[in-house]
């Protein structure tokens, strides 16, 4: 019984100066809605497209928290109505950005893939779909989304950023690191 509450008392102490600290998270999101009108028949059996004159629907919600003026966490939720296949949910990044210094930057845990130029959400895009690198890179990495797990720092050279990361195979190939 003592060890359970000495360890409770210490999980106390570090927890509560994180959460006397941390603001109310910023919510924000969005709502990406897109109407098929073409007239292809994209089906060879039945001669018909199945998002022919329909709607789809997919958005985002993203929760994020300054714990301090050093260290944030980020949590992004993809809310989906895909065609034929229901409702779903995903969680896009759930990650933590601590400051090491200025321009410097350790991010850990579920990220997007930082490589390429084009924004991974839909508000981001130039069009309505992703282009051939990102499509890609998604098709590459293991995670949905070309999304990755591991470690990164990043720094901010003014004019580029660089990013050097260890991550989960992005093949998911089991003990391998990328």
Not at 149 to 165: K, Q, R
Request: aromatic share 6%; hydrophobic share 40%; glycine share 10%.
């Amino acid at each position: 019984m003592e060890k359970k509450l000495l360890s409770l008392a210490v999980a106390a102490a570090v927890a509560s100066p994180l959460s006397v600290m941390a603001d109310v998270p910023e919510v924000s999101g969005f709502i990406d809605v897109i109407y098929t009108a073409t007239d292809e028949a994209s089906d060879p059996v039945t001669g018909t497209n199945p998002t022919e004159g329909k709607f789809t629907v997919d958005g985002e919600v993203d929760f994020v928290g300054q714990l301090n003026e050093r260290a944030a966490v980020r949590v992004d939720v993809d809310v989906m109505d895909t065609l034929g296949s229901g409702s779903s949910a995903s969680l896009e990044q759930a990650r933590f950005d601590w400051s090491l210094t200025d321009g410097i930057t350790l991010i850990g845990g579920l990220f997007n893939n930082p490589v390429g130029w084009e924004g991974h959400d839909a508000p981001d895009l130039y069009q309505t779909t992703h282009g051939l690198i990102w499509n890609t890179l998604d098709a590459q990495t293991n995670e949905g989304g070309n999304n990755l797990i591991g470690l990164a720092i990043a720094a901010d050279l003014e004019l580029v950023s660089v990013i050097v990361a260890l991550t989960d195979d992005i093949g998911g190939v089991d003990e391998e690191k990328s």
